[in-house]
């Protein structure tokens, strides 16, 4: 009993062909990072009236420091996992100076006591931080 050629052929038909959800398991994709990640303790450890040396020390060196700006660092971290149906994280703090000496702070990544539960889409706001010597706890 002799077996047609083209039931060999579609198996290989099968795996050539140019659709895209035939080619995915195929193709490997690294997460990619990207910027300056920035977690809630790093930003519970900014106080006011710090140096922006003390403040480079603790978040690291900003990704955008404008010189048209210079009272004003951007950390921007964006990471996008190498799977397609994962969602991209992005997230953006923004640190400001007053006569060189930390004043505010603002992004999704709140200056605090870190919490436990981080929300998945933090809003973004502009926190005022209060002076050192103020205790309103």
């Known amino acids: 009993m002799k077996r047609p050629v083209f039931l060999f052929l579609i198996p290989l038909l099968v795996a050539c062909s140019s659709t895209p959800e035939s080619q995915s398991w195929l193709t490997y ?3 990619i990072r990207q910027g ?3 977690t809630q303790e790093m930003a519970a450890q900014l106080k ?3 140096t922006k040396d003390q403040v480079r020390f603790i978040l690291g060196t ?3 420091a404008d010189m048209f700006h210079a009272d004003r660092w ?3 971290y964006r990471f996008r996992p190498g799977r397609d149906y994962a969602e991209v994280e992005q997230r953006h703090l923004v640190v400001y100076f ?3 000496k930390l004043a505010k702070v603002g ?3 709140l200056a605090g006591k870190p919490a ?3 929300p998945a889409k933090p809003a973004t706001r502009v926190i005022d931080i209060a002076p050192a010597g103020d205790s309103a706890n």
Request: proline content about 8%.
């Open 107 to 109: 992004g999704d990544v």
């Open 74 to 76: 951007d950390y921007v």
């Open 116 to 118: 436990g539960d981080v």
């Open 48 to 50: 006011p009236g710090q």
């Open 62 to 64: 900003p990704l955008v």
């Open 36 to 38: 300056n990640m920035v």
């Open 29 to 31: 994709r690294i997460d």
């Open 98 to 100: 007053e006569n060189g």
